[in-house]
């Protein structure tokens, strides 16, 4: 979504159903195949036809190595957990790691 989105339509594309979606596709000029399109093709021609760019496609810069980097401080700080018998701390920090390790498959992708 994006404030030009909202002032040239009135609200976000992405809010918008697929009908009235075909509707404004319909007026753009070089689109063709518009009743066969599914939503997500026809907010990706619609924001070409404006040249509006995606905040969503433009994900931060995330590194495997800063990552992983901060998968092996978590690790240490679950093994002081365990061996100070902290059970809630190291519960903890399993998750995160879990969380971050889903992070680097999806960056991986």
């Known amino acids: 979504m994006s404030e030009k989105e909202v002032a040239i339509w009135g609200r ?13 596709a319909k007026g753009v000029e ?3 195949g518009v009743h066969g ?3 997500e093709e026809l907010i990706e021609v ?3 036809s404006k040249d509006i760019v995606d905040a969503a496609a433009q994900k931060k810069d995330v590194s495997l190595r800063s990552i992983k980097r901060k998968i ?5 700080k679950r093994t002081e957990a365990l061996e100070a018998r902290d059970r809630k701390r190291a519960d903890i ?6 969380r971050l ?9």
């Open 37 to 39: 399109m599914k939503k």
């Open 72 to 76: 092996r401080s978590i690790k240490a």
């Open 93 to 98: 920090c399993r998750r995160r790691i879990s």
């Open 101 to 109: 390790k889903k992070k680097t498959r999806r960056a991986a992708a």
């Open 46 to 48: 619609l924001r070409n």
């Open 30 to 32: 070089g689109v063709s």
């Open 12 to 24: 976000p594309l992405a809010k918008m159903t697929t009908p009235e979606l075909k509707e404004i």
